[in-house]
């Protein structure tokens, strides 16, 4: 049984950091293309950034370019998302999400195979 669980998540000031982390079970872990989604209250989930297998690429949106950072570390199973110089619009729920395959659009849910709970992020101004 596949199973991805975040942690991490919290309350901070605007202009500080967080890493979240997602852990994975039941994944052949270095062969997933591993990103990072975020819903706040009242919108759709919206794509945050991906990491390739291998780590060889990765896919940031334009909000979080320059703050955000991927990690992987494959002997833990396990994929980060670095936030630094955090704002009051990053607050939201922070959702990991695993992909087999992905084609040119890594930022459409659809993609995705598997998915976390979730961790909430609050930044307050």
């Known amino acids: 049984q596949v199973q991805l669980v975040e942690s991490g998540g919290g309350l901070v000031q605007a202009g500080g950091s967080l890493k979240l982390s997602c852990v994975t079970y039941?994944?052949?872990?270095?062969?997933?293309?591993m990103g990072w989604f975020r819903q706040a209250p009242g919108k759709e989930r919206e794509f945050v950034g991906t990491i390739s297998g291998g780590s060889s690429r990765r896919r940031f949106a334009d909000s979080v370019t320059g703050r955000f950072t991927i990690s992987r570390d494959d002997a833990k199973n396990t994929v980060y998302l670095q936030l630094n110089n955090l704002k009051p619009e990053d607050t939201a729920v922070y959702y990991c999400?695993?992909?087999?395959?992905?084609?040119?659009?890594?930022?459409?849910?659809?993609?995705?195979?598997?998915w976390g709970q979730g961790t909430q992020v609050t930044v307050s101004s």
């Open positions: 039941g994944l052949t872990f270095r062969r997933y293309f």
């Open positions: 999400a695993g992909a087999k395959l992905l084609g040119s659009n890594w930022s459409w849910l659809g993609e995705y195979d598997y």
